[in-house]
């Protein structure tokens, strides 16, 4: 079975851009997550979704939105990207009803903005 | 706010050998879960080991066992027979029982020395 896949690896981006950062979580997977890793720091949470609905938000400004689509994958969005936005962003799933095994992580997306 | 802590940047190990990381963490919840997560440069995120509150026994995988003292709020990872694929950033996680919104220390980056 496939992993947790996110697209792209790696993007460059200029100040005030718009980004979408892409997720597929593993099949039957129904949660999806967002964090944002900055350089030197533990992995911050964003979102989470489940059944398209946000359930959810860390301390994140507006300019980060998400959603999660029938099949369960899910899109992050950033507007107006700041050079702290910089960071890596991982995606994680697990199913919604389980004993805790904790998340399934992606190898996540890097994002310079420059 | 829950918070979790982690002290040691940078840890080193001989390898088949011992080492300890430290996680100390801050919270009124009674009912919560608590994790290590192993990122190596592949920068996918890997459940090490998890620890529910409720339980007294400290978990072991294999090799890791982590020391969960309640009362002072600490959860150290041991792992033993270290091997060269044992270095990575290993991060310690909290989550309460309830919500899907996971908590991150700052990471210690373990070195094995061959």
């Known amino acids: 079975d496939a992993g947790v896949t996110q697209s792209p690896t790696h993007l460059i981006k200029t100040r005030g851009q718009h980004v979408t950062l892409r997720c597929s979580p593993i099949?039957?997977?129904?949660?999806v997550s967002w964090y944002q890793q900055v350089l030197g720091q533990g992995p911050q949470f964003i979102f989470q979704y489940y059944e398209k609905e946000e359930r959810g938000r860390g301390n994140f400004p507006d300019r980060f939105s998400a959603r999660q689509f029938p099949n369960y994958s899910s899109e992050l969005n950033v507007n107006a990207l700041l050079l702290g936005d910089s960071a890596l962003y991982l995606c994680?799933?697990?199913?919604?009803?389980?004993?805790?095994?904790?998340?399934?992580f992606g190898s996540g997306t890097r994002l310079t903005v420059v | 706010a829950q918070t979790v802590t982690q002290s040691q940047p940078e840890m080193s190990v001989q390898e088949a050998e011992t080492v300890t990381l430290s996680c100390t963490y801050d919270?009124?919840?009674?009912?919560?879960?608590l994790f290590w997560y192993k990122q190596p440069p592949s920068r996918q995120m890997i459940l090490v080991i998890r620890q529910e509150a409720y339980k007294q026994q400290n978990a072991t995988e294999n090799r890791f066992s982590v020391n969960f003292q309640k009362a002072a709020k600490s959860f150290s990872l041991k792992i033993s027979d270290s091997q060269l694929g044992d270095a990575a950033m290993y991060f310690c996680a909290y989550r309460t029982s309830g919500t899907y919104k996971y908590i991150f220390g700052t990471g210690t980056r373990l070195k094995v020395l061959a």
């Open positions: 099949s039957g997977h129904k949660s």
């Open positions: 919270t009124s919840e009674s009912d919560y879960y």
């Open positions: 994680a799933s697990r199913p919604y009803f389980s004993v805790d095994g904790g998340y399934t």
